[in-house]
């Protein structure tokens, strides 16, 4: 069932379940923002190319996190998994790096993946973006078009800081790759007092070597780069 009604705030629109990702997907992501800003530490690596991942981990959190809650679908994707809740789809998306970043000012298919293409794209359109694309796309992709609605959880950060955390309903995508937001909402901004519902001032100041250093194992996986880099 795809519940589209603009007249709804974002967390209605995920039914009984909609006050528990409100409560805790800015926790999630200050966690997820914690363990790669410690990995990026750990990796001895000079470039951000480790806390790059942070887009993975927060993915992989959401559903492992909320997949059995009430209306909760996974929707497998190559080596990652999508989650859905009640016919809309949760979508991470890491749109800056500052908190000068305006998310409706930022492209959010720049890195041309099919899946993202995809999640805006009519059901009668299938065929032809398939077209464009070159590309196959797979019949458990070509049925995410048309049946979902999409709530992007939008978040900045880097290294130093988690900025903000903000969701809401997408209408459309401009041909620029901008989103048109049916409703939306800041659950997390650093920069103003009283807007947010989590308290990273313990993660973004505590000194990298405390507490215990984490065991990182390392192994070679496929190269989604190209599909998402949050």
């Known amino acids: 069932m795809n519940n589209r009604s603009g007249n709804l705030s974002v967390w209605d629109k995920f039914g009984p379940a909609g006050k528990i990702l409100r409560r805790e997907l800015p926790e999630l992501i200050s966690a997820c923002h914690s363990d790669m800003v410690n990995a990026q530490h750990v990796s001895g690596v000079k470039c951000a190319l480790v806390y790059g991942c942070v887009w ?5 959190e959401i559903v492992e996190r909320f997949k ?9 994707y190559e080596n990652y998994k999508l989650l859905a809740i009640n016919g809309i789809i949760v979508f991470p998306w890491r749109y800056g790096k500052d908190a000068t970043c305006n998310i409706e000012s930022c492209d ?4 041309d993946s099919q899946l993202r293409h ?19 796309v797979p019949k458990r992709l070509r049925n995410i078009a048309g049946k ?19 969701w809401g309903e997408v209408i459309s ?10 409703s939306k909402e ?16 313990v993660v973004d100041g505590e000194a990298f070597d405390a507490g215990p250093i984490p065991h990182l194992q390392l192994e070679v996986k496929e190269d989604l780069s190209k599909e998402d880099n949050g």
């Not at 059995?68 to 497998?76: F, H, R, S």
Request: aromatic share 10%; charged share 20%; proline share 1%.
């Open 56 to 60: 993975i981990r927060v993915m992989e």
């Open 68 to 76: 059995d809650l009430p209306g909760a679908e996974v929707i497998q």
């Open 108 to 111: 959010f298919n720049s890195t």
């Open 118 to 136: 995809l999640l805006f794209a009519k059901k009668d359109n299938v065929d032809q973006l398939h077209l464009e694309l070159c590309l196959g």
């Open 148 to 166: 979902y609605g999409v709530v992007i959880v939008g978040y900045a950060s880097d290294t130093s800081a988690l900025y903000n955390v903000e």
């Open 173 to 182: 995508i401009s041909e620029k790759g901008f989103l048109n937001f049916s």
């Open 186 to 201: 800041r659950l997390f901004d650093k920069n103003v007092s009283g807007v947010g519902l989590i308290d990273t001032s």
